[in-house]
């Protein structure tokens, strides 16, 4: 682990880290249990969806893909295809940590796997992105996470050296390439923590 006093930049994930990203909350609610578990599966968990992350093919492409693959839910497909955009909303416990953490003297840079119409519609809609100084979003390098590569595209396009950044993500097989290239990291398990856990990395308040 990076010592506190080396830390200069701090590298956000998106989905679950700044942005609410729950579709099998929000599919339980709407078509209940079974529904929600077949769609996560089959949709949401399809290799297809990373394809579509990483830019290598369209939303729309996706979503056909899908209704055509299972006619049986195309219904439901169709719901989600158009509440998708609806469901990302920021977790303001969050992002409201971004501007203090700026006044505090760290670079602020994004590292997500998000696809283009999706990255589109939330960097026009929420101010918080003002607060960054280097974004790399999967649909727009062609590349992905957990794959090194997107993070090698990190350090070269936002001039990020390992050693004194910390890699903040909800997903363990992203901390572990993080972790391997020489990161600091923060696993975030429970949004909520973030707070928590960068006052107790960083050894500063928070509060603002």
Known sequence: MVETKEIDTLVFDLGRVLIHWDPYGYMVGEFGEEVAKRLVERVFSAPEWNLMDKGDISEAQLWKMMEERYPEDARYIQHMKNSVLNLLKPIEENTRLLPILKAHGYRLCVLSNFSY????????????????????????????????????????????????????????????????LGFGVIHLTEHAKLKEKLEELLKISLDG
């Open 117 to 180: 119409k999706a990255f589109e519609y939330v960097y026009n809609t929420f101010e918080f992105f003002k607060y960054f100084d280097c974004m790399v979003i999967s649909s727009h390098v062609k590349k992905i996470k957990p794959n090194e590569d997107i993070f090698y595209e990190l350090m070269e396009r936002c001039g990020v050296r390992p050693s004194s950044a910390v890699f903040i993500d909800d997903r363990a097989d992203n901390i572990e390439t993080a972790k391997r």
